[in-house]
C-alpha cells in the first residue's frame, strides 16, 4: 500500500522565487499531490498547474498517473492543450509518469479516435499494456546511474513497444522499457510517487536546473 501523505498548497514559492526553477504539476486529475510534496521534499519549488495562467509561472512541468483519455479531455476543457504544447515545443522540461508517459508518447498504438496527444519522445506505448486495476503489482528494478535498485508500483500501466533511436532506456522489467529519456523529456510507466524514494524525482530535478543553468 502506497504512504499516506498529508494534503499540500496549491503553490510554494513559484516562479516568483527566481533562485530556484518552478516546477508545475499538473493537476487535473490523479496522484498530483504525492508528485509536488516528493518535489518540495527535495527543495524544489512547485506549483499546482490548472490554467495557462499557472503554466506560465512555471519552468518545467510533471505530468501525473490518472486516465490518459480522461486528462486529455480535461487538458482541453481547461485550455491548457495547446499552450502546453507551445511550451513542450520550445523545450521545457517534462516528467510524465503512467498517463503521463501516455500523453507524451509520439504513438499510442490502442488510442482512442478523439484522444490527443503531445508527441515529444520517440516511442509507442499500449494503454494498460500491463492489464488492468487488478493486475497491479510492485517490483524492483536497475535504473542506470542509481547505485541500487528502484521499487516500482505499476497501476494499469502502459506498455511500451517501441523506442525510437534517440531515446536513452534507463531501466526495464522483463525485457520491457519501463524509464526512457529524451532531452528534457522523462517518462516512467510506473508511480514513483507512491515510494518513499525520492531519487527519480531529483534525476528530474538535475534534468531541471541542467535546462535552466545558462550558456557558458
Not at 506505448?125 to 517490483?139: C, K, L
Not at 494499469?156 to 525510437?164: D, F, H, L, Q, S
Amino acid at each position: 500500500m502506497a504512504p499516506s501523505r498529508p494534503a499540500s498548497s496549491g503553490t510554494t514559492s513559484g516562479r516568483a522565487d527566481r533562485a530556484r526553477p518552478a516546477v508545475g504539476v499538473l493537476a487535473l486529475q490523479g496522484a498530483f499531490q504525492a508528485h509536488q510534496q516528493t518535489l518540495e521534499q527535495l527543495g524544489a519549488a512547485t506549483r499546482q498547474v490548472r490554467t495557462p495562467a499557472d503554466l506560465a509561472e512555471v519552468d518545467a512541468l510533471v505530468l501525473p498517473g490518472g486516465e490518459s483519455t480522461t486528462m486529455s479531455r480535461l487538458l482541453d476543457t481547461a485550455k491548457l492543450f495547446e499552450p502546453l504544447a507551445s511550451r513542450l515545443d520550445e523545450g521545457m522540461p517534462v516528467f510524465g509518469t503512467c498517463a503521463g508517459m501516455i500523453l507524451l508518447a509520439r504513438e499510442v498504438l490502442d488510442g482512442r479516435p478523439d484522444q490527443r496527444g503531445f508527441g515529444v519522445i520517440d516511442i509507442a506505448v499500449r494503454r494498460n499494456g500491463y492489464g488492468r486495476q487488478i493486475d497491479s503489482f510492485e517490483h524492483e528494478v536497475v535504473v542506470q546511474g542509481l547505485d541500487t535498485p528502484f521499487h516500482v508500483v505499476f497501476i494499469r500501466a502502459p506498455k511500451v513497444e517501441r523506442v525510437g533511436a534517440d531515446v536513452e532506456v534507463l531501466a526495464e522489467h522483463d525485457g520491457v522499457p519501463v524509464l526512457a529519456r529524451q532531452g528534457g523529456v522523462l517518462v516512467a510507466s510506473f508511480h514513483p510517487e507512491l515510494t518513499d524514494d525520492r531519487r527519480l524525482h531529483a534525476m528530474f530535478l538535475d534534468m531541471v536546473h541542467t535546462s535552466a543553468a545558462p550558456a557558458a
